[in-house]
């Protein structure tokens, strides 16, 4: 049978082990990963193997040859270009001319392909996806199929809003030739982006297996150190090599010519490879070493993995480390949890190097130095770099002046040399100290930087392209909480990076090996002369200003210190607004509000709107994207009524065209807009989704629920002083009150609480919620969203914390509490 294996990958968040060898190559219990795979493979009956490569091809055929010495013939291609994963098998097309399978070179694995082979052909499939469960199906594709075993639906790489089950690709599929026919020869194409939705769509008889046995993906550092816990826990059937022995509860696998002294202690599992030498007092627990590793006198490694030749000094301890090949630890040094050394390296005398760094190849840690960087990896951080709203974290303590920098200067590679990008922050000092230091990273990397210092975050928006700008960055204190700072990194168009663009700068801040510009190449900042004056002019051109002439309104506006304050006064009275202004300078010691806080400034500002008969009052946020509305009565307009609000006038302004919304809005929206001939769009509920579909064509309106509006027709993003501006005029324009326009939007009941869930059954929960609710009517735009009996829930699990989210609507409060315990009951109940 034949198989192509795809052994092309560079290894880029395996570096600095991948330096000198491709991700195949990576040694794994002593072997090639690559290995593993073409014995399994033999194993199955595949043993007519083509291998893909494109990386450092010459290591793979060196190693492998012809294949004779592992019972299999190997043949190797190596296209000119990145085809994609499809495009590459394609470029091997002449050589298939039967049902075959494709396999990664760098997986590890012990599934039973010909009990997959035998399914496809059983059902008579064109493709077969070989899937497996897991507990964190973030960086996988996600696969749903029928009690038939065929594909519904799939989605790469999802968010946790798109988690519709625990059941993802391997990235091992059984094909056959016909498919193909459907790919380009001149392009990228890829199978789970472009081939497989393809088929789908043709409704081509496309299965899914799903394998039972080990499967790991070893994508990452961390991934591979658990790999080898998890060959030591025998939890995978690869076979160890070397002679067995066993002490007692310990287990230990010697190669040959290794010599073990009587007086070290072996702990645990532990694999040591041929012409080792453990002198005396050494203390290996759950330990890989390599061929010709030499442990001496003292030396205490727990849950280490040594590459071939390498020496451990007297008395050194070394603890969950991987240690690439030749390098010399010297005596005392100390190696901690989750470091990294590449090949070649020396480690000094008594010298420390902690957790998580990681040091490439080649370089010298002097005698007594301390190796330290001020990126720790917690649990924050063990995720993912992005969250919800940029990159988040303690600061001074998880987002440091050093972590700024690095990314500084993996947002500057990613943008590319000559690259030009506006920074800017909020008033807090802790803000001006990391803005700071994200431009130090960014002009290491040859970037120009546009520094608007402190400025609202709808300015920085609409600053970006107007000079040639291609990017940029706000930095903040969290309005939610004070020890928090927030990175906000923008796009060419201001928005929100995309989950792709987050996906790039990520992987090249895990290399940290990136490109730096010389020092005659490195980048300047300036100050961009005309940003105020870009968004002043766009702005009142994006208004009708003539409506306020006769309409004499009044409003009140708390800045809440924020910068607002220095951009929005000019702008209304240039329109003619009267406006009563509060908290109309800056502050840094009030960036963030506390709840309490909060509510105190809606009170004041009621009781101002109020006594001075104003037309409405308005809080902006800190950063001002979101608004909160007090009408003329006094009373506080509920965020997610504003919303139907705001909607509603749109609608009466706009016939037809259509509004985005998030799923979790209430269903009263569709009955608002259907008098008008308005399409409602439901929206994933993270800003940059919102954010990204208020560009499409036809969008009048976008708005999220939560304080924030976007008006596309001035710029596709969240902008509390446009809102308040374009609210006033659209209340202008009919002639009615704030109150009036409340009264207009009927009653509805909607509630939300959050559900505990750990992250490793968020998977679990989204697998048997769709499974669950297979019967009733479904929306699967983000979560799972169920509609019974003229009412609905919304399951959607937190992309940054361990819970769920559960929304409900119901006729009235007894039916949406209701639902709201029955599902939140649910979600724990599928947990188990």
């Avoid at 009956?45 to 592992?70: K, N, S, T």
């Avoid at 075993?149 to 094909?175: A, C, H, M």
């Avoid at 297996?209 to 995978?236: F, N, P, T």
């Avoid at 470091?339 to 902690?354: K, L, P, Q, T």
Wanted: net charge neutral; glycine share 8%; with cysteine.
């Amino acid at each position: 049978m034949k198989a192509i294996i795809m052994a092309g990958g560079f290894g880029t968040r395996l570096r600095p082990l991948t330096v000198n060898i491709p991700k195949p190559m990576v040694p794994m219990a002593n072997k090639p990963m690559m290995e593993h795979i073409v014995r399994l493979l033999k194993q199955n009956g595949f043993d007519d193997l083509l291998v893909m490569l494109y990386y450092q091809p010459e290591v793979i055929i060196r190693h492998f040859g012809d294949g004779a010495a592992y019972g299999v013939r190997m043949e190797y291609l190596r296209p000119q270009s990145d085809l994609g994963t499809a495009g590459c098998v394609k470029f091997a097309e002449k050589h298939l001319k039967e049902t075959f399978l494709v396999i990664s070179g760098d997986l590890l694995t012990d599934f039973n392909v010909k009990a997959a082979l035998t399914a496809h052909r059983q059902k008579k499939a064109v493709a077969t996806l070989v899937l497996t469960r897991s507990a964190n199906p973030l960086a996988f594709g996600v696969v749903i199929v029928n009690e038939e075993g065929r594909i519904q639906r799939f989605l790469e790489k999802p968010s946790w809003g798109e988690v519709f089950s625990d059941t993802i690709n391997t990235g091992i599929y059984l094909l056959e030739p016909s498919v193909l026919r459907d790919i380009p020869t001149d392009r990228g194409y890829d199978f789970s982006k472009n081939l497989f939705p393809s088929l789908l769509g043709a409704n081509a008889p496309l299965f899914g297996h799903i394998a039972e046995g080990y499967w790991k993906d070893v994508g990452d550092l961390l991934e591979y150190r658990l790999a080898h816990s998890d060959i030591l826990e025998q939890l995978v059937k690869i076979p160890l090599p070397g002679q067995k022995r066993k002490n007692k509860e310990a287990v230990a696998y010697i190669g040959p010519k290794s010599d073990v002294s009587p007086k070290a202690v072996l702990d645990g599992v532990n694999v040591i490879g041929e012409r080792c030498q453990i002198e005396e007092r050494v203390k290996l627990t759950n330990c890989v070493l390599g061929h010709g590793v030499k442990i001496q006198a003292g030396a205490d490694l727990t849950s280490c993995v040594l590459w071939d030749d390498v020496v451990v000094g007297p008395d050194s301890t070394l603890q969950e480390a991987v240690i690439g090949a030749r390098t010399r630890v010297a005596d005392k040094a100390h190696i901690g949890e989750g470091a990294i050394i590449g090949d070649d390296c020396e480690i000094g005398h008594a010298s420390v190097v902690h957790s998580n760094v990681k040091v490439w190849p080649h370089k010298r840690i002097e005698d007594g130095a301390v190796l330290s960087t001020s990126l720790i990896w917690g649990d924050v951080w063990a995720r993912r770099l992005f969250g919800a709203y940029g990159i988040t974290g303690l600061c001074n303590r998880e987002i440091t002046p050093e972590l700024a920098t690095r990314i500084g200067a993996a947002y500057g590679a990613f943008l590319g040399e000559g690259a030009y990008v506006t920074t800017s922050r909020d008033a807090h000092m802790a803000s001006r100290m990391i803005k700071r230091a994200v431009i130090s990273g960014l002009l290491s990397t040859g970037v120009k930087v546009g520094d608007l210092r402190t400025a609202p975050i709808p300015v920085v928006r609409y600053e970006i392209g107007q000079e040639g700008e291609v990017g940029g960055v706000h930095v903040r204190q969290s309005p939610f909480d004070p020890n928090l700072v927030d990175i906000k990194l923008l796009d060419k168009t201001g928005v929100d990076l995309s989950s792709g663009q987050e996906r790039a700068i990520e992987q090249l801040f895990l290399r940290e090996d990136f490109k730096r510009a010389t020092p005659d190449r490195v980048g300047e900042i300036i100050t961009p002369p005309r940003a105020q004056e870009y968004y002043r002019a766009g702005f009142l051109k994006a208004i009708q200003a003539s409506i306020f002439q006769d309409a004499k309104m009044k409003i009140v506006i708390d800045y809440a210190f924020s910068s607002a304050s220095m951009i929005l006064p000019d702008i209304l009275g240039r329109l003619g607004i009267e406006v009563v202004s509060l908290n109309a300078y800056l502050s840094a010691q009030r960036v963030t509000k506390t709840a309490e806080e909060f509510q105190t400034s809606l009170e004041r500002l009621s009781t101002i709107v109020l006594t001075l008969k104003a037309d409405a009052g308005f809080l902006i946020d800190t950063g001002a994207e979101k608004v909160f509305i007090i009408d003329e009565k006094g009373h506080r307009i509920a965020n997610d009524i504003a919303l139907l609000m705001i909607a509603h006038l749109v609608m009466r302004t706009h016939k037809g065209g259509r509004v985005g919304v998030p799923v979790n809005v209430s269903g009263m929206i569709e009955r608002l807009a259907e008098p008008h001939k308005v399409s409602i769009h439901r929206l994933r509920t993270a800003p940059r989704y919102i954010m990204e579909a208020s560009r499409e064509k036809g969008m009048n309106f976008v708005g999220d629920g939560i304080g924030g509006f976007i008006f596309p027709e001035f710029q596709p993003s969240f902008d509390a002083m446009f809102a308040i501006v374009k609210i006033a005029e659209l209340l202008a324009r009919h002639k009615v009150p704030l109150s009036a326009v409340a009264a207009e939007i009927p009653a509805f009941e909607t509630m939300h609480q959050k559900v505990p869930c750990p992250w490793d059954r968020k998977g679990v929960v989204m697998r048997r919620a769709i499974e669950a609710v297979q019967t009733l009517p479904n929306e699967l735009v983000d979560g799972v969203k169920i509609f019974v009996n003229g009412s609905w829930v919304l399951m959607l699990p937190d992309p940054d914390e361990a819970t769920f989210h559960v929304w409900t609507e119901g006729s009235d409060k007894t039916q949406a509490r209701a639902l709201l315990k029955e599902y939140s009951q649910k979600i724990q109940q599928w947990q188990n």
